[in-house]
């Protein structure tokens, strides 16, 4: 009897000292009407809050500034500070190499407060992220483990042209898209985006190679396996239109070796197509695409084969047939 009595004589004191404890950490606050703990609530003004984590980032103590800007927001939402809490708090996190949680931060910035004096200075910093990203800079998981990021560049680029189409950083982010998609070999939708810049950004620098690279993405596709004959036609006018509305531009050489190329690469098809008719006996299905080369294609190495097979031909007399 005397072991319970002191037993549950211990249970009440553990249980008074543990009421104490949580009574000099946890307040009641009348306005909120809960309980809050003082070491994780902000201060009592935004103002206040703004100091105390301009401390901590003048301090280099970014882990920490990170916490108390946004605090500051979490807390005070709607005060003219949020803002500048919200994007320092992403610079923070660039301080410690983490560019993907910085972007996260600055997107806040940009589709929360769009009006305010950082967003311009937010979307900025999001296409620095995403230049770094495409350039080959990788996403950190744990210790060494990295993973590669253009998809990551992919989310960023296409978040400024949503959120700030007419930002000096639109047409620019729209073109870096394009790039983006040829790296992963992506080249329809590459040559979508492209377009867009020509089509949006009529007046942006980037107009010129965008057209270029449209035309590229047209010889990349023309190149694949499953290609056929009017994909190759394709890139080949978009080559053309390049040289003919932009003659003067520092892309011609690269554009015309593409032509060339391309124009050989069909007379390679047409020659191959009318050797394969040859082979089968039908020498006039045959004669009809050496003449094909001939005609469109005469700077090619394949023109002089097929003329000589015409000569071939016509000497043999076997067209009569």
Request: glycine letters at 4%; charged letters at 25%.
């Amino acid at each position: 009897m005397k072991n319970r009595v002191r037993v549950i004589l211990l249970l009440c004191a553990l249980t008074a000292f543990s009421v104490s404890e949580a009574h000099a950490v946890w307040v009641w606050t009348p306005q909120s009407r809960r309980w809050v703990n003082p070491r994780y609530a902000a201060k009592d003004t935004p103002r206040a809050q703004m100091d105390w984590a301009v401390n901590f980032f003048e301090a280099r103590d970014y882990k920490r500034s990170v916490k108390e800007f946004l605090r500051l927001v979490q807390a005070y939402p709607r005060s003219e500070l949020a803002p500048e809490a919200q994007y320092v708090a992403g610079v923070s996190y660039e301080l410690m190499d983490k560019p993907s949680e910085a972007f996260e931060a600055y997107k806040k910035v940009v589709e929360i407060y769009p009006f305010s004096k950082q967003f311009k200075d937010a979307v900025e910093r999001e296409f620095a992220i995403a230049e770094s990203f495409s350039g080959g800079k990788r996403i950190r998981l744990i210790g060494p483990v990295s993973l590669p990021s253009l998809d990551r560049a992919i989310e960023i680029y296409q978040h400024v042209v949503t959120n700030a189409p007419y930002s000096e950083y639109g047409a620019k982010s729209q073109f870096m898209l394009g790039e983006c998609y040829s790296k992963q070999g992506r080249y329809e939708e590459a040559s979508r985006v492209y377009q867009r810049v020509t089509d949006e950004y009529p007046s942006s620098s980037l107009v010129e190679q965008a057209k270029f690279r449209v035309a590229f993405c047209a010889r990349q596709l023309s190149l694949r396996p499953s290609y056929d004959q009017s994909a190759t036609d394709e890139a080949i006018n978009w080559y053309q239109n390049f040289i003919s509305s932009h003659p003067d531009s520092d892309l011609i050489p690269q554009a015309k070796e593409s032509l060339r190329q391309l124009k050989e690469f069909k007379a390679q098809g047409f020659f191959q197509t009318a050797s394969f008719y040859e082979k089968q006996g039908k020498p006039v299905s045959a004669a009809i695409y050496y003449q094909q080369v001939v005609d469109k294609y005469p700077d090619s190495p394949e023109a002089a084969k097929a003329a000589a097979k015409l000569v071939e031909f016509e000497r043999n007399g076997v067209l009569k047939n």
